[in-house]
């Protein structure tokens, strides 16, 4: 899985960065959306503790009643399509600020961005994944985790130079290695270009519906209108079409009272999320039992992150709004902890991967009991992952986004409710 995502963060209140400066005409309205670090954190922790029940179960046999409960834990690709949602929305944000929708910088200034936000702690994590799996296995040898760890670390002149140049999800051999999560990365890197180059431009020529609809349909397509034996499913193209539904709701979220706004305030985001909840979960991934074919349940997934970004921003901008289904949800995504959680999600998703691999393969060594066993190999792999993602956040991927953001003045970006807008010159 990957952590796609964590692209140009909004302010959150916390010590987030904040996006770009908007360009001179750029929108006064103002949001706050704690609930996207929020939203972000939860999934990256959702990522890890999958993996890490994941790998503390590997060689040992589960009853059916543990299957059945352990079962949701086995969605993870469902939180990268919420990643990848979530890019989409941050990437579009300060763009529909700007009267032009220009990229801050241009794109320059925009690649430029990209690589010191995606590429320090990306390669930090590849080195230290490599190196934790080459000295387990010279002093320890392979052990439950471990010896998972070093089937995908497994090392070639051509995996490590397409994970140095982000093209390892080119081949279906290359894609997986080195650590599990980092497949990810390259869908996102190169949707990145797709961007700036061809969404970006579309959408201001003819608006957000064609460029969302060329995404999802070529996003789609390669998977539904291709003979099988030309299709590039390991790819996960359709990660395009997912990251198209971000941007049509930064969209339906900027600021001002055109036609977007009111449709953020017309719509019962609410029920709509919760409508594709049920389309998705139930009717096609239980009834249809296409829980597996993420070509197909993938961009349900996103809608429903689309919609449930859009349920909140209509609950910020419009407090007085009468539903009452998505406050408790709004309420836990805007927690301190969560949204603190989100500031340094992309360290977790791109670390968690070998600090539990080898907290389990040293715990296994030990011949603990069942019980005692899983316990400790848990939660001492999720804390010291989660403690080793906030070491390697400070230390490496931190320093960049202030390198990042320097000589960047971001206005405070805040939702007001409706009827408060500043309209002051």
Known sequence: MTYISEPTPL?????SPVAPTPSRGASKSNFKLPFIDGLRGLAALYV?????????????HLSARAVLILSPLQWGPDAVA??????????????????????????????????????PAYYAACLVTVAVALLGARHHGSHGGLDVLLQNAR???????????????????????????????????????????VLLPLYRRAGIGPAVALAIFVGSGVHFLLPAHY????????????????????????????????????????SVFWGLVFVAYILVGWVLHKRTDYAVMQPLVGFCAMTLILACAQLRRYPDNPSRSIRGLLSLLESKWVV???????SLYLIHWVVVSHVNGNVQRLHLPVPIYYAVSITLGLGLAVAGAYVLHITVERPFLRLKDRGAKSPRVELRPAGMEDVSS
């Open 340 to 346: 603190g959680l989100g500031v340094f999600s992309y």
């Open 231 to 270: 299709r590039v499913d390991w790819m996960h193209p359709y990660m395009l079409g997912i990251f198209g539904m971000g941007m049509a709701a930064a969209v339906i979220c900027k600021a001002g009272d055109g036609d977007e706004g009111s449709l953020l305030r017309r719509v019962r985001w609410p």
């Open 11 to 15: 302010t959150t209140g916390t010590n």
């Open 48 to 60: 890890a503790l999958a993996h890490t029940i994941g790998i503390a179960t590997i060689g040992h």
């Open 155 to 197: 090392l070639s002149k051509g995996i490590l130079l397409s994970h140095l140049f982000l093209v390892h999800d080119l081949r279906p051999d290359w894609i997986y290695t080195i650590a599990l999560p980092l497949w990810s990365i390259p869908v996102e890197w190169h949707i990145y270009f797709i961007f700036a180059l």
């Open 82 to 119: 919420i990643f990848m949602a979530l890019s989409g929305f941050c990437l579009m944000w300060p763009v529909v600020q700007t009267e032009g929708a220009t990229l801050s910088g241009g794109l320059p200034g925009f690649f430029r961005k990209r690589c010191l936000r995606i590429l």
